[in-house]
Every structure is written in structure tokens, then in C-alpha cells.
């Protein structure tokens, strides 16, 4: 397993709100985590990426403990993270936020065709290429979103967390930056996409954990998510 997450707890405060979540991802695998508003996904992802610190419970990343380590050593690790706010630096151009995507100064193996390089970024997204000098601030919605995306894949993740892509965003740019999880995934990252859209979640994802209330209510094929109405309204619908 690349990611191993077991019996994690996380507190705000007095309020429980992670209670006990159990999630694997194999290598190579794209995974969708869904559920309604407030049930604790972007917790859950904060949570295992040391944003939040977890009260107890293991999460282990190619079989390493990490659980407790600060963000930076996380992404140390191998893992990406692309938050819902994308927190892009308005002021810098689109090539300067994404060198700052770069961990620790230099880009390893820079002649490895696996890695990421400006220039493999800005093959997978023209559109960022168009704007290299322009300050990440005045790019659309959808954009920012690929940039953010972009700078992660500059870390050179093995897996990406990814908190709802598409929030906010055009239809076109929704299906721009499901075309572009889709392809990163077959570059070989790994990733936990947390979506509200469920069309875009069960077309990218094969498996998918649905979150109840703190925890992990049930795992399911996509396919079965689709076809189990019972299910959605479980898990899912308002
Ligand atoms: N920093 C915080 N301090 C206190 N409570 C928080 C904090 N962040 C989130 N919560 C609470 O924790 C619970 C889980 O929040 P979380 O953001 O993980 O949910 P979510 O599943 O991502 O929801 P959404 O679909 O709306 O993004 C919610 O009840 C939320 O109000
Ligand atoms: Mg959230």
C-alpha cells in the first residue's frame, strides 16, 4: 500500500471530528473521497498532511509511520496537497509560483522522464504556458486551479491530495481540470480527490470511500455508487 491511514482521531478544540478513519490507496490509484458538507474530508486530508494534528492513529505513507510530522516533511515524503483555497501568491508571475512548488531549492533528477519540470507542467497545461509572466492573481478561476495543481507537481508527489478541484469553477474549466487529475494519474501520481461534483469524481476514481459522520461509512466501486440510488442517498444526497 502507498497510504495507509488507521483509526485516526482528530479534535478541533472539544469537537470530535475525526472518529476512527480507516483509508488505504495502492500505488498508482486514483481514489475518490465523497460525502456531504461538514462530514470531515478536508480534515481527513489536513489531517495526513500534518495541517492538522492528528490525536491518534497511524498514517503511514510507503510504509512509514508519518502521523505528527509537519507539513513539510510530509511533502518531503511524497506527498502533494492542493487545498480548496488554492492559495495562489497573486503578486508573483505563473513561473514563479510554480518554482516555489519546488522542494527544497532544486528539482532532483531533473534528466529522469518521471520528473516534473516547468516544462512537462506546462505541457500537461498549455494554458499556464500561455501565461508564464502573468501575475497568478489575474488568471481565471479554473486557472489558478491548474497552477495550483502545477506547483504541487513540482514537489514531485507520489501521491496528491487534491480538495475539491472543481469548486466554483465554469463547466468547460470542470472538465479541464478532470482531464488534467485524469492525466496525472496516468503519469503515474497517485491521488485522493475530494469532489463534490460526483460525475467527475466517479469518472476519474474506480474506488471510493464515502464519509458519514466522522467516519468512513462504506467503500464502493464507483460503479456501485452509480448504480445503488439507497446508497447515495445514504451517503450523499441532501
Ligand atoms: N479549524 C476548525 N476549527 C473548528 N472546527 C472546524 C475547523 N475546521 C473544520 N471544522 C469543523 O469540522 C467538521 C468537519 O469539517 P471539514 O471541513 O473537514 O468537512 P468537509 O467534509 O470537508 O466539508 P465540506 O464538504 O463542506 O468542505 C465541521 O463540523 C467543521 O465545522
Ligand atoms: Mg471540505
Known sequence: MLLEVKDLNT????????????????EGELVALLGRNGMGKSTT????????????????????EI????????ARAGIGYVPEERRIFPEL???????????????????????WTIERIFHHFPKLAERTHQA?????????????????????PKLLLVDEPSEGLSPIMVQEVRNVLEEINKAGVS????????KVALSLAKRVYLMSKACIGCQASAQEVRSNHELRAKYLEA
Open 11 to 26: 479534535h478541533y478544540g472539544p469537537s470530535h471530528v475525526l472518529q476512527g478513519v480507516h483509508l488505504e490507496i495502492g
Open 45 to 64: 486530508l489536513k489531517s495526513i498532511m500534518g495541517m492538522v494534528k492528528p490525536t491518534s492513529g497511524s498514517v503511514k505513507f510507503e510504509g512509514q
Open 67 to 74: 502521523v505528527g510530522l509537519p507539513p513539510y516533511k510530509v
Open 93 to 115: 508571475s505563473v513561473l514563479d509560483n510554480l518554482m516555489l512548488g519546488i522542494k527544497d531549492g532544486k528539482i532532483r533528477n531533473p534528466n529522469d522522464p518521471n520528473t
Open 136 to 156: 497568478g492573481g489575474r488568471l481565471s478561476g479554473g486557472e489558478q486551479q491548474m497552477l495550483s495543481i502545477g506547483r504541487s507537481l513540482m514537489g514531485n
Open 191 to 198: 491521488v485522493l480527490l475530494v469532489e463534490h461534483n460526483l
